[in-house]
């Protein structure tokens, strides 16, 4: 089947039919970007290079509701359609050592011999020649990687926030993101620049604010306010808290830190996100490496207010300092990526077949918490699960569940405490973001 449409279409059939789709809804843009990417993703099926049986394996756990976050639904899932990739670790799957060009994600890629399925969609962005394409193991809808066609290195700067918002603009209601550019901190492959955007409601957009600076950009009179959650007039993305020139930028109520900013304006927006950025990687705060700082971003035109929502993510590289917990790294050793952070949960389907068998553990072990459970875990290669079964399975243990179910909302709780972990700024430490405000300039 591959080689019968490899014959059939080549990139650049696909290019200019992409294109076509794209032209003949230049008045409805949503429309253009959705048609294009089912075009794409449709031949990508056919093709084999999207198996959608694999996707299948995928387990998506219900949203989670019961944390401090307002109410908030996190969704929690176990990929089994992809590999674990852990940094200073040899990537078995030969999607990821087999590859033309200098990496994985090059170009060179398309079409390829070693990517016979694999087509993509060239576009012009800022200075930047980009090109979209599908994952081989899609997270949600409309999944892609935005690359640079050249291969250079994951640097975030001001083109970062520019090109981004420029993509949101050109495709409205899609989500575009970028991982850091420091190891440890979510992008897996810091050797050639790339975006990671998809069409999913993440939970992070439902978030409510802690604090709200109002910026008006008409009079400078700029206004901050300190928002309750008691807030009766709590919508996130009021327009009419917005006329064209003013900014909304909120902290939000989160288990990692958030700033959200809002407003119609696309480069007054561009304008306070890159001073909060450019504050962030080089400001001085007492207690963290400047050399190590780095954000996590995401960036999209909300169709229902026409205002962009560009979030930003504080990061930092020192390890172990804001890494996953030990305790949760029998659950999550990878790098925290933009996507969890967002509230989507992206785990090992190597936790498929280990929930099974810690269920039959606790079982054949009164699902007791003693020195018998330690040896049979020690005994069947599980010991590293014990510290975290003493601290999130057996921690408010529900009767009314069964151990299994025990065991999946311990992974849920789990899931938000693996946000805090990754985040240098706590919600406890106000002090924190407030310099971090102050030294942007920004009010």
């Given at each position: 089947m591959i080689q019968e449409l490899d014959n059939i279409l080549t990139q650049n059939e696909i290019q200019s039919d992409v294109q076509e789709i794209i032209n003949k809804n230049k008045n409805n843009k949503i429309k253009g970007w959705k048609d294009s990417m089912n075009y794409l993703y449709n031949f990508s099926t056919r093709t084999g290079y999207i198996q959608e049986e694999r996707l299948k394996l995928n387990i998506i756990l219900p949203l989670f509701h019961k944390h401090q976050y307002d109410g908030i639904g996190f969704q929690v899932t176990i990929n089994c359609s992809k590999p674990e990739i852990i940094v200073g670790q040899t990537v078995g799957a030969a999607h990821y050592s087999n590859f033309e060009g200098e990496c994985v994600i090059c170009f060179e890629n398309v079409g390829s011999e070693k990517r016979k399925g694999l087509r993509a969609y060239e576009f012009k962005c800022n200075e930047s020649t980009l090109f979209r394409q599908f994952p081989p193991y899609p997270y949600f809808n409309y999944h892609n990687i935005i690359i640079d066609k050249n291969h250079t290195?994951?640097?975030?700067?001001?083109?970062?926030?520019?090109?981004?918002?420029?993509?949101?603009?050109?495709?409205?209601?899609?989500?575009?993101?970028?991982?850091?550019?420091?190891?440890?901190?979510?992008?897996?492959?810091?050797?050639?620049?790339?975006?990671?955007?998809?069409?999913?409601?993440?939970?992070?957009?439902?978030a409510k604010p802690l604090k709200e600076f109002k910026i008006n950009n008409n009079n400078n009179n700029n206004n901050n306010n300190n928002n309750n959650n008691n807030n009766n007039n709590n919508n996130n993305n009021n327009k009419n808290n917005n006329n064209n020139n003013n900014i909304i930028v909120q902290w939000l109520n989160y288990p990692c830190c958030c700033l959200k900013i809002i407003g119609e304006n696309k480069e007054l927006v561009e304008e306070i996100v890159f001073k909060l950025f450019n504050s962030w990687r080089n400001g001085k705060y007492e207690t963290l490496d400047q050399s190590l700082q780095t954000c996590s971003l995401m960036s999209t035109l909300n169709v229902k207010t026409n205002c962009y929502e560009f979030l930003i993510f504080p990061r930092n590289a020192q390890q172990p300092r804001f890494l996953t917990s030990l305790t949760l790294q029998c659950i999550k050793k990878e790098f925290v990526g933009i996507f969890e952070l967002c509230g989507f949960a992206i785990l090992p389907a190597r936790l498929k077949e280990q929930l099974i068998q810690l269920d039959s553990i606790l079982t054949s072990n009164d699902n007791q918490l003693n020195d018998q459970l330690k040896e049979k875990l020690n005994q069947f290669g599980y010991i590293e699960f014990l510290d975290w079964l003493s601290q999130y399975y057996f921690n408010g243990f529900d009767n009314s569940k069964s151990i299994y179910d025990n065991l999946t909302f311990a992974l849920q709780k789990s899931f938000l405490t693996i946000l805090s972990d990754n985040s240098p700024i706590s919600l406890n430490q106000s002090e924190l973001l407030n310099s971090w405000i102050e030294q942007s300039n920004i009010l």
């Open positions: 290195p994951q640097i975030l700067s001001r083109n970062t926030i520019i090109e981004m918002l420029e993509m949101s603009e050109s495709m409205p209601g899609y989500k575009i993101a970028s991982n850091t550019d420091r190891v440890g901190t979510g992008a897996t492959n810091l050797t050639h620049r790339h975006f990671q955007a998809g069409d999913h409601d993440f939970t992070i957009f439902h």
